[in-house]
């Protein structure tokens, strides 16, 4: 069983940068695709970014491009998401995703991935 914590939301405003990360914790490896999901008030859960578990495949959301870094601190077992120019269509609770894929896949469905965090908000203001 795994289970994801994330941490490092908060409240920001439009231009600040922002990054949050998130730890698995119990029976892990590296052998996992990962991902940061998003949902906003009212709409529903969205990809923001995803890499496969090697990093060599990574993709991002058209709305993040350029804006948004998802890495992977294999040594520390963390996975983070850099945001800059944060803007106040970002506010969102935002969820760390894992699931066990050793191809170069990229899973952008959150129906594909079977390990999920709590969420953590981060809000932008204007």
């Known amino acids: 069983q795994v289970r994801l914590v994330e941490s490092g939301g908060g409240l920001v405003q439009a231009g600040d940068s922002l990054t949050v990360s998130c730890a698995p914790f119990?029976?892990?490896?590296?052998?996992?695709?990962m991902a940061w999901f998003r949902q906003a008030p009212g709409k529903e859960r969205e990809l923001v970014a995803a890499?496969?578990?090697?990093?060599?495949?990574?993709k991002y959301a058209d709305s993040v491009k350029g804006r948004f870094t998802i890495s992977r601190d294999t040594a520390a077992n963390t996975l983070r998401l850099q945001m800059n120019n944060l803007k106040p269509e970002d506010t969102a609770v935002y969820y760390c995703?894992?699931?066990?894929?050793?191809?170069?896949?990229?899973?952008?469905?959150?129906?594909?991935?079977?390990?999920w965090g709590q969420g953590t908000q981060v809000t932008v203001s204007s």
């Open positions: 995703a894992a699931t066990l894929s050793n191809t170069r896949t990229i899973l952008t469905s959150q129906h594909e991935y079977d390990y």
């Open positions: 119990g029976h892990w490896s590296n052998i996992y695709a």
């Open positions: 890499t496969s578990w090697d990093e060599r495949r990574i």
